[in-house]
Protein backbone atom coordinates (compact mmCIF):
# COMPACT_ATOMS: atom_id res chain seq x y z
CA UNK A 1 0.00 0.00 0.00
CA UNK A 2 0.85 3.75 -1.38
CA UNK A 3 1.11 5.99 1.93
CA UNK A 4 -1.50 8.38 -0.14
CA UNK A 5 -4.38 9.41 2.13
CA UNK A 6 -7.34 8.90 0.35
CA UNK A 7 -10.94 10.17 1.56
CA UNK A 8 -12.73 7.48 3.55
CA UNK A 9 -15.68 6.02 1.76
CA UNK A 10 -18.81 7.33 3.07
CA UNK A 11 -20.62 5.34 5.61
CA UNK A 12 -23.06 2.58 3.30
CA UNK A 13 -23.57 -1.13 2.49
CA UNK A 14 -20.58 -3.00 1.19
CA UNK A 15 -21.21 -6.21 -0.47
CA UNK A 16 -19.28 -8.69 -2.77
CA UNK A 17 -18.79 -6.67 -5.55
CA UNK A 18 -20.86 -3.71 -4.57
CA UNK A 19 -21.06 -0.49 -2.01
CA UNK A 20 -24.41 1.28 -1.81
CA UNK A 21 -24.84 4.28 0.24
CA UNK A 22 -27.32 7.47 -0.53
CA UNK A 23 -26.57 10.40 -3.43
CA UNK A 24 -26.38 12.66 -0.58
CA UNK A 25 -23.22 11.30 0.81
CA UNK A 26 -21.47 10.21 -2.60
CA UNK A 27 -21.89 13.88 -3.98
CA UNK A 28 -21.08 15.51 -0.77
CA UNK A 29 -17.82 13.08 -0.53
CA UNK A 30 -17.26 14.81 -4.58
CA UNK A 31 -18.00 18.61 -3.35
CA UNK A 32 -15.90 18.57 0.21
CA UNK A 33 -13.01 17.31 -1.67
CA UNK A 34 -13.15 19.16 -4.58
CA UNK A 35 -13.94 22.96 -3.19
CA UNK A 36 -12.29 25.19 -5.33
CA UNK A 37 -11.87 28.77 -3.48
CA UNK A 38 -12.45 31.76 -4.79
CA UNK A 39 -10.28 34.22 -2.54
CA UNK A 40 -11.55 37.86 -2.09
CA UNK A 41 -8.51 39.77 -0.23
CA UNK A 42 -8.62 43.21 0.80
CA UNK A 43 -6.28 42.93 3.74
CA UNK A 44 -3.74 41.52 5.93
CA UNK A 45 -6.37 38.26 6.33
CA UNK A 46 -5.35 37.97 2.45
CA UNK A 47 -1.18 37.83 2.86
CA UNK A 48 -2.05 34.89 5.55
CA UNK A 49 -4.12 33.24 2.87
CA UNK A 50 -1.43 33.57 0.54
CA UNK A 51 1.02 31.40 2.76
CA UNK A 52 -2.02 29.53 3.67
CA UNK A 53 -1.76 28.68 -0.36
CA UNK A 54 1.96 28.16 -0.11
CA UNK A 55 3.88 24.71 -0.21
CA UNK A 56 4.31 24.86 3.78
CA UNK A 57 0.25 24.56 4.76
CA UNK A 58 -0.66 23.49 0.91
CA UNK A 59 -4.19 24.08 0.66
CA UNK A 60 -4.16 22.50 -2.64
CA UNK A 61 -4.37 18.82 -0.39
CA UNK A 62 -8.10 20.01 0.18
CA UNK A 63 -8.56 20.01 -3.39
CA UNK A 64 -8.37 23.40 -3.36
CA UNK A 65 -6.02 23.32 -6.27
CA UNK A 66 -7.52 26.08 -8.22
CA UNK A 67 -7.75 28.77 -7.24
CA UNK A 68 -9.20 31.69 -9.23
CA UNK A 69 -10.05 35.05 -8.93
CA UNK A 70 -13.08 34.57 -10.80
CA UNK A 71 -16.36 33.53 -10.10
CA UNK A 72 -16.29 30.96 -12.78
CA UNK A 73 -16.27 27.09 -11.68
CA UNK A 74 -15.27 28.19 -8.12
CA UNK A 75 -17.89 27.04 -4.89
CA UNK A 76 -16.01 28.75 -1.93
CA UNK A 77 -15.91 32.22 -1.74
CA UNK A 78 -13.11 32.98 1.30
CA UNK A 79 -13.71 36.92 1.76
CA UNK A 80 -10.01 38.07 3.98
CA UNK A 81 -9.74 41.26 5.40
CA UNK A 82 -11.81 44.83 6.09
CA UNK A 83 -15.12 45.30 3.41
CA UNK A 84 -15.95 49.10 3.67
CA UNK A 85 -19.61 49.67 3.29
CA UNK A 86 -18.24 50.92 -0.59
CA UNK A 87 -17.00 47.63 -1.25
CA UNK A 88 -19.78 46.09 -0.14
CA UNK A 89 -22.26 45.58 -3.53
CA UNK A 90 -18.73 44.61 -5.10
CA UNK A 91 -18.62 41.48 -2.70
CA UNK A 92 -22.53 40.80 -3.05
CA UNK A 93 -22.16 41.23 -7.29
CA UNK A 94 -19.43 38.66 -7.08
CA UNK A 95 -21.26 36.45 -4.38
CA UNK A 96 -24.32 36.69 -7.06
CA UNK A 97 -22.04 35.15 -10.30
CA UNK A 98 -20.91 32.20 -8.05
CA UNK A 99 -22.85 29.30 -9.35
CA UNK A 100 -24.54 27.59 -6.85
CA UNK A 101 -23.53 25.48 -4.82
CA UNK A 102 -21.60 28.05 -3.38
CA UNK A 103 -20.09 28.44 0.11
CA UNK A 104 -18.52 31.71 2.11
CA UNK A 105 -16.11 31.56 4.77
CA UNK A 106 -15.33 35.09 6.59
CA UNK A 107 -12.03 34.71 7.20
CA UNK A 108 -10.89 37.15 10.48
CA UNK A 109 -12.12 39.63 12.71
CA UNK A 110 -12.94 41.91 9.83
CA UNK A 111 -14.65 39.96 7.51
CA UNK A 112 -16.78 38.05 10.52
CA UNK A 113 -17.58 41.30 12.26
CA UNK A 114 -16.05 44.30 11.67
CA UNK A 115 -12.86 43.43 13.87
CA UNK A 116 -11.38 46.83 14.98
CA UNK A 117 -12.90 48.82 12.64
CA UNK A 118 -16.18 50.15 14.37
CA UNK A 119 -16.84 53.16 12.41
CA UNK A 120 -19.26 54.57 9.83
CA UNK A 121 -16.91 53.77 6.58
CA UNK A 122 -16.77 50.07 7.46
CA UNK A 123 -19.35 46.78 7.21
CA UNK A 124 -19.60 44.78 10.90
CA UNK A 125 -19.40 42.18 9.48
CA UNK A 126 -19.66 40.52 5.33
CA UNK A 127 -23.11 38.18 7.21
CA UNK A 128 -25.19 41.56 6.46
CA UNK A 129 -25.28 41.46 2.81
CA UNK A 130 -24.34 37.53 2.54
CA UNK A 131 -25.55 34.44 3.93
CA UNK A 132 -21.52 32.58 5.58
CA UNK A 133 -21.19 29.22 6.55
CA UNK A 134 -18.11 29.42 8.68
CA UNK A 135 -16.38 32.25 10.36
CA UNK A 136 -12.59 31.86 11.22
CA UNK A 137 -11.40 33.68 14.00
CA UNK A 138 -8.21 35.30 14.52
CA UNK A 139 -6.29 39.06 13.34
CA UNK A 140 -5.21 37.62 11.36
CA UNK A 141 -5.89 34.28 11.60
CA UNK A 142 -2.93 31.32 11.51
CA UNK A 143 -3.16 29.58 8.21
CA UNK A 144 -3.82 26.74 10.29
CA UNK A 145 -6.82 28.65 11.12
CA UNK A 146 -7.67 29.08 7.80
CA UNK A 147 -6.91 25.26 7.14
CA UNK A 148 -9.58 24.76 9.87
CA UNK A 149 -11.95 26.97 8.67
CA UNK A 150 -11.79 25.07 5.47
CA UNK A 151 -12.40 21.68 7.01
CA UNK A 152 -15.31 22.60 9.16
CA UNK A 153 -16.65 23.36 5.96
CA UNK A 154 -15.88 20.52 4.17
CA UNK A 155 -18.12 19.08 7.33
CA UNK A 156 -20.81 21.23 6.53
CA UNK A 157 -20.64 20.31 3.04
CA UNK A 158 -20.48 16.77 3.58
CA UNK A 159 -23.36 16.46 5.29
CA UNK A 160 -25.67 18.91 3.05
CA UNK A 161 -28.66 17.40 1.52
CA UNK A 162 -28.34 17.53 -2.81
CA UNK A 163 -32.11 18.96 -2.08
CA UNK A 164 -30.92 21.95 0.33
CA UNK A 165 -30.50 24.75 -2.89
CA UNK A 166 -33.93 24.34 -4.31
CA UNK A 167 -35.50 24.08 -1.23
CA UNK A 168 -37.64 26.73 0.48
CA UNK A 169 -35.63 27.69 3.08
CA UNK A 170 -32.86 28.28 0.97
CA UNK A 171 -34.95 30.53 -1.45
CA UNK A 172 -36.40 32.48 2.20
CA UNK A 173 -32.47 33.21 3.30
CA UNK A 174 -31.51 34.29 0.47
CA UNK A 175 -34.13 36.64 -0.24
CA UNK A 176 -33.50 37.98 3.25
CA UNK A 177 -30.56 38.97 1.61
CA UNK A 178 -32.48 40.46 -1.07
CA UNK A 179 -30.70 38.07 -3.58
CA UNK A 180 -33.50 36.67 -5.97
CA UNK A 181 -33.48 33.32 -8.14
CA UNK A 182 -33.03 35.45 -11.18
CA UNK A 183 -29.66 37.18 -9.58
CA UNK A 184 -31.55 40.39 -9.44
CA UNK A 185 -30.95 42.58 -6.57
CA UNK A 186 -34.47 44.25 -5.69
CA UNK B 1 20.07 83.26 -3.63
CA UNK B 2 19.58 83.95 0.07
CA UNK B 3 17.13 81.15 1.40
CA UNK B 4 13.34 83.25 1.63
CA UNK B 5 12.87 83.76 5.19
CA UNK B 6 8.98 84.00 7.27
CA UNK B 7 9.84 87.32 8.01
CA UNK B 8 10.75 88.13 4.29
CA UNK B 9 7.65 86.20 3.05
CA UNK B 10 5.49 88.07 5.79
CA UNK B 11 6.20 91.48 5.25
CA UNK B 12 5.70 90.65 1.29
CA UNK B 13 2.07 89.44 1.83
CA UNK B 14 1.48 92.73 4.13
CA UNK B 15 2.47 94.75 1.43
CA UNK B 16 0.39 92.86 -1.02
CA UNK B 17 -2.93 92.23 1.93
CA UNK B 18 -1.94 94.98 3.75
CA UNK B 19 -4.81 93.72 7.02
CA UNK B 20 -6.36 90.95 5.00
CA UNK B 21 -3.40 88.79 5.91
CA UNK B 22 -2.40 88.17 9.47
CA UNK B 23 0.25 86.10 10.85
CA UNK B 24 -1.13 83.22 13.74
CA UNK B 25 1.49 81.11 14.27
CA UNK B 26 4.79 79.31 13.56
CA UNK B 27 5.10 76.44 15.07
CA UNK B 28 8.29 74.49 13.69
CA UNK B 29 9.09 77.36 11.51
CA UNK B 30 5.88 76.42 9.53
CA UNK B 31 4.67 80.15 9.34
CA UNK B 32 0.48 80.19 9.38
CA UNK B 33 -1.49 83.14 8.02
CA UNK B 34 -4.92 83.96 8.29
CA UNK B 35 -7.11 85.29 5.44
CA UNK B 36 -10.90 85.82 4.39
CA UNK B 37 -12.82 83.49 1.72
CA UNK B 38 -12.80 86.76 -0.25
CA UNK B 39 -9.16 87.56 -0.08
CA UNK B 40 -8.36 83.31 -0.32
CA UNK B 41 -7.59 83.55 -4.14
CA UNK B 42 -5.97 86.34 -4.87
CA UNK B 43 -3.37 85.40 -1.64
CA UNK B 44 -3.27 82.06 -3.56
CA UNK B 45 -2.36 83.26 -6.62
CA UNK B 46 0.09 85.91 -5.91
CA UNK B 47 2.22 83.61 -3.76
CA UNK B 48 1.85 81.02 -6.96
CA UNK B 49 2.85 84.07 -9.60
CA UNK B 50 5.29 86.15 -7.53
CA UNK B 51 8.28 86.23 -9.64
CA UNK B 52 10.26 85.74 -6.52
CA UNK B 53 8.32 83.61 -4.00
CA UNK B 54 7.53 81.02 -6.55
CA UNK B 55 5.25 78.86 -4.33
CA UNK B 56 4.10 77.13 -7.14
CA UNK B 57 2.94 73.28 -5.25
CA UNK B 58 -0.22 73.07 -3.52
CA UNK B 59 0.75 70.29 -1.06
CA UNK B 60 -2.55 70.18 0.55
CA UNK B 61 -6.52 71.15 1.34
CA UNK B 62 -8.08 69.63 4.02
CA UNK B 63 -10.36 71.12 7.04
CA UNK B 64 -10.73 71.58 10.64
CA UNK B 65 -13.54 71.29 12.19
CA UNK B 66 -13.73 73.96 16.06
CA UNK B 67 -17.14 73.21 17.34
CA UNK B 68 -16.67 75.70 20.15
CA UNK B 69 -16.11 78.04 17.31
CA UNK B 70 -18.31 80.76 15.90
CA UNK B 71 -16.92 80.37 12.77
CA UNK B 72 -16.43 76.67 13.03
CA UNK B 73 -15.19 75.45 9.64
CA UNK B 74 -11.54 76.09 8.84
CA UNK B 75 -10.22 75.25 5.90
CA UNK B 76 -6.56 75.38 5.43
CA UNK B 77 -3.72 75.33 2.39
CA UNK B 78 -0.34 74.34 2.48
CA UNK B 79 1.71 75.64 -0.25
CA UNK B 80 4.58 74.52 -0.95
CA UNK B 81 7.75 76.51 -2.69
CA UNK B 82 10.50 73.99 -4.42
CA UNK B 83 12.40 76.81 -5.72
CA UNK B 84 12.71 77.92 -1.70
CA UNK B 85 11.96 75.42 -0.04
CA UNK B 86 9.62 77.00 1.98
CA UNK B 87 5.81 76.06 3.11
CA UNK B 88 3.27 78.48 4.39
CA UNK B 89 -0.18 77.92 5.92
CA UNK B 90 -3.07 79.68 5.13
CA UNK B 91 -6.39 79.18 6.94
CA UNK B 92 -9.59 80.74 6.19
CA UNK B 93 -12.70 80.22 9.09
CA UNK B 94 -15.92 80.07 7.50
CA UNK B 95 -19.36 80.11 9.40
CA UNK B 96 -20.42 76.09 10.11
CA UNK B 97 -23.74 76.21 9.01
CA UNK B 98 -22.96 77.55 5.40
CA UNK B 99 -19.37 77.10 4.86
CA UNK B 100 -18.93 78.41 1.31
CA UNK B 101 -15.43 79.37 -0.61
CA UNK B 102 -14.38 80.54 -4.14
CA UNK B 103 -12.71 77.12 -5.39
CA UNK B 104 -8.93 76.65 -6.23
CA UNK B 105 -8.97 74.80 -8.81
CA UNK B 106 -8.91 78.11 -10.79
CA UNK B 107 -4.87 78.32 -9.82
CA UNK B 108 -4.08 74.65 -9.32
CA UNK B 109 -6.19 71.71 -11.56
CA UNK B 110 -4.68 69.58 -8.65
CA UNK B 111 -6.90 71.06 -6.53
CA UNK B 112 -9.94 69.50 -7.85
CA UNK B 113 -9.66 66.34 -6.07
CA UNK B 114 -8.44 67.68 -2.87
CA UNK B 115 -11.65 69.91 -2.60
CA UNK B 116 -13.91 67.03 -3.38
CA UNK B 117 -12.31 65.20 0.23
CA UNK B 118 -13.28 68.07 1.72
CA UNK B 119 -16.43 68.88 0.92
CA UNK B 120 -17.03 65.08 1.33
CA UNK B 121 -15.39 64.74 4.73
CA UNK B 122 -16.36 68.42 6.35
CA UNK B 123 -19.33 69.53 3.98
CA UNK B 124 -17.24 72.84 2.52
CA UNK B 125 -18.92 74.15 -0.63
CA UNK B 126 -16.56 75.29 -3.04
CA UNK B 127 -17.97 77.33 -5.58
CA UNK B 128 -17.22 77.26 -8.80
CA UNK B 129 -16.14 73.47 -8.42
CA UNK B 130 -16.29 71.76 -11.89
CA UNK B 131 -17.37 68.45 -10.10
CA UNK B 132 -17.87 69.27 -6.63
CA UNK B 133 -19.50 65.39 -5.47
CA UNK B 134 -18.14 62.75 -2.95
CA UNK B 135 -14.51 61.26 -3.86
CA UNK B 136 -14.57 58.46 -0.92
CA UNK B 137 -17.12 57.74 1.14
CA UNK B 138 -20.35 56.20 -0.89
CA UNK B 139 -22.43 58.04 -2.53
CA UNK B 140 -25.29 58.03 -0.86
CA UNK B 141 -24.53 58.97 2.63
CA UNK B 142 -26.07 62.29 4.14
CA UNK B 143 -23.99 63.23 6.87
CA UNK B 144 -19.81 64.36 6.75
CA UNK B 145 -18.34 62.46 9.07
CA UNK B 146 -15.33 64.43 10.27
CA UNK B 147 -17.28 67.13 11.72
CA UNK B 148 -17.32 66.53 15.29
CA UNK B 149 -21.02 66.13 15.62
CA UNK B 150 -21.22 62.51 15.97
CA UNK B 151 -20.49 60.31 18.96
CA UNK B 152 -17.53 57.81 17.81
CA UNK B 153 -19.72 54.60 18.41
CA UNK B 154 -23.07 54.19 17.91
CA UNK B 155 -24.72 54.21 21.11
CA UNK B 156 -27.58 51.31 19.86
CA UNK B 157 -24.88 48.81 18.82
CA UNK B 158 -25.29 45.53 20.91
CA UNK B 159 -22.34 42.92 18.92
CA UNK B 160 -19.26 44.38 20.72
CA UNK B 161 -20.52 44.79 24.06
CA UNK B 162 -17.76 44.29 26.74
CA UNK B 163 -19.11 41.09 28.24
CA UNK B 164 -18.37 39.31 24.73
CA UNK B 165 -15.07 39.86 25.24
CA UNK B 166 -14.79 38.32 28.98
CA UNK B 167 -13.91 41.68 29.99
Known amino acids: MSDIKLAPAPPGVTGSGFFATTLDKAVGLARANSLWPLPFATSCCGIEFMATMGSTYDLARFGAERPSFSPRQSDMLLVMGTIAKKMGPVLKQVYIQMAEPRWVIAVGACASSGGIFDTYSVLQGIDEIIPVDVYVPGCPPRPEAILDGVMRLQDIVKTESVRRRESEEYRKLLESYEIHKDGEIR | ?167
Open chain 2, 1 to 167: MAKLDNQVLLERLEQRFAEHVQKTDEPFGLLSVETSKEYIIEVLKYLKTDKELQFIYLTDITAVHYPSQELSIAVVYHVHSLIHNVRIRIKVFLNGDKPEIPTATTVWNGANWMERETYDFFGVIFVGHPDLRRILNVDDMEVFPMRKEYPLEDPNKVDKKEFFFGR
